[in-house]
């Protein structure tokens, strides 16, 4: 098995991105993360629907540990904690899919009436016909 499919059972159950560095003998966290993120680029083109979405449930309880570990300090005004509960809740938002815009609710509608009732019906009526 190689190190990036040991990284990612090793994540799989439980264990941080230290605790595997030690175990696979790397020297900082970062070249775990190297290492996967590049597994998930490779493996993002092979996964299934239920990959993906048990992939996006462990990122998201990891989001809401880490959120429970600053929120308390943020709650009490530490600039720190404040904005790295911002970020975690702007990934959240990402990676979940909230920050994509709907471009049917951002359809803006603006109406021009005129003086008279008529204006105003014949502005409803266009306004139907361009939808």
């Known amino acids: 098995m190689d190190k990036a499919q040991v990284a ?32 998930f680029h490779s493996d993002a ?18 989001l809401d540990a880490l959120q429970a570990a600053v929120w308390p300090s943020a709650m009490m005004g530490d600039p720190k904690s404040i904005d790295s509960a911002v970020r975690i809740i702007a990934t959240r938002a990402k990676i979940s899919g909230l920050e994509q815009v709907d471009p049917v609710v951002q359809k803006n509608l603006v109406l021009v009436m005129g003086d008279r ?6 502005a409803l009526k266009a306004a139907e016909v361009s939808d």
């Open 8 to 39: 990612y059972q090793l994540m799989l159950g439980g264990k941080s991105h230290s605790e595997i560095a030690e175990i696979l003998g790397y020297a900082h966290i970062n070249d775990v993360i190297r290492l996967m993120t590049e597994r």
């Open 45 to 62: 083109k092979f996964m299934n629907e239920m990959e993906r979405k048990e992939l996006l449930s462990l990122e998201m309880l990891r």
């Open 117 to 122: 009732e008529e204006d105003y019906i014949a």
